[in-house]
């Protein structure tokens, strides 16, 4: 049973960094690809970034690539979104998921999803 718990959130000024951690209480986390999607108030969920459960291929939301890294440690049972040159469009409650479908970009494909962690990006 995957058990996610995501931290790292706060609030930043623009420009600034964050990195969000998702970290596994159960012993499958490395069989499963993942994620990372993100809400901002009023709008829907939506995919951020994607990981192979062996880390080797990333995919990312198109206004993020170049910014955002994400990455995992299967040793540790955890994944990370390395954030840098954030903006105010970047603030959102951000939830990372496991892969239990298809299509990496749809969170319909996801399960197990944590209790999201905040980002805020304002001076």
């Known amino acids: 049973q995957v058990q996610l718990v995501e931290s790292g959130g706060g609030l930043v000024q623009p420009g600034g960094s964050l990195r969000l951690s998702c970290a596994d209480s159960?012993?499958?986390?490395?069989?499963?690809?993942m994620g990372w999607f993100r809400q901002a108030p009023g709008k829907e969920r939506e995919f951020v970034a994607h990981?192979?459960?062996?880390?080797?291929?990333?995919f990312y939301k198109v206004s993020v690539k170049g910014r955002f890294t994400i990455s995992r440690d299967n040793a540790k049972s955890t994944m990370y979104l390395q954030m840098n040159t954030l903006n105010p469009e970047d603030t959102a409650v951000y939830y990372c998921?496991?892969?239990?479908?298809?299509?990496?970009?749809?969170?319909?494909?996801?399960?197990?999803w944590g209790q999201g962690t905040q980002v805020t990006v304002s001076s």
């Open positions: 159960g012993r499958t986390f490395g069989r499963y690809a």
């Open positions: 998921a496991a892969l239990t479908g298809r299509r990496i970009e749809d969170g319909a494909s996801y399960d197990y």
């Open positions: 990981i192979s459960s062996g880390g080797g291929t990333q």
